[in-house]
T-cell receptor, first 105, second 113 residues
Framework: GQSLEQPSEVTAVEGAIVQINCTYQ??????LSWYQQHDGGAPTFLSY????GLEETGRFSSFLSRSDSYGYLLLQELQMKDSASYFC??????FGSGTKLNVKP | EAQVTQNPRYLITVTGKKLTVTCSQN?????MSWYRQDPGLDLRQIYY???????DKGDVPEGYKVSRKEKRNFPLILESPSPNQTSLYFC????????????FGPGTRLTVT
């Protein structure tokens, strides 16, 4: 089976850096994806790590360590519009329970 | 515009009355999936399809049916809805499994009374 763990909630201030962690247990591994979901909206794809290391996309970066079954999403220069829920997913289909990010002014 | 569309967006129905939620994508994607999301944020896969006429169960398939007769369409059928199927439903499509980059539809909020 699959299981993913994320913190349920994180709070940070505008302009800061925040890291959202994800640990997983899977039968077979096909990469780790990250999605953003604003309240009432649909999830949108942010990034994918198929191999170990860091992937950078603008203010967002994602990291994977397959040996540690661990990944994280790093958000830099936080903006109010980054307030949302963030999900990690394995194989694209198995989602963690999400981390609600609250950005305060 | 590349998109996944779902209809209806909102639906209130009664127990046992068959309903269909439609999903269509215009990106020529191979993969399509249905998810439900309940309070507490969990997204759980109901069914998925890797190609036309190829469908398989996800984590929570009980009480649902799907079909994939055309590449662009992937309807979700509830033959006898029950109150525990009250949820927010998302359809998603994906080109291939190289990046697992899914595109989600806007969601259908279903209430079964």
């Amino acid at each position: 089976g699959q299981s993913l763990e994320q913190p349920s909630e994180v709070t940070a201030v505008e302009g800061a850096i925040v890291q959202i962690n994800c640990t997983y247990q899977t039968s077979g591994f096909y990469g780790l994806s990250w999605y953003q979901q604003h309240d009432g909206g649909a999830p949108t794809f942010l990034s994918y790590n198929g191999l170990d290391g860091l992937e950078e996309t603008g203010r967002f970066s994602s990291f994977l360590s397959r040996s540690d079954s661990y990944g994280y999403l790093l958000l830099q220069e936080l903006q109010m519009k980054d307030s949302a829920s963030y999900f990690c997913a394995v194989r694209g289909f198995y989602f963690g329970s999400g981390t609600k990010l609250n950005v305060k002014p | 515009e590349a998109q996944v569309t779902q209809n209806p967006r909102y639906l209130i129905t009664v127990t046992g009355k068959k309903l269909t939620v439609t999903c269509s994508q215009n990106m020529n994607h191979e993969y399509m999936s249905w998810y439900r999301q309940d309070p507490g944020l969990d997204l759980r896969q109901i069914y998925y399809s890797m190609n036309v006429e190829v469908t398989d169960k996800g984590d929570v398939p009980e009480g649902y049916k799907v079909s994939r007769k055309e590449k662009r369409n992937f309807p979700l059928i509830l033959e006898s809805p029950s109150p525990n199927q009250t949820s927010l439903y998302f359809c998603a499509s994906m080109k291939d499994a190289s990046r697992y980059e899914q595109y989600f539809g806007p969601g259908t909020r279903l209430t079964v009374t």
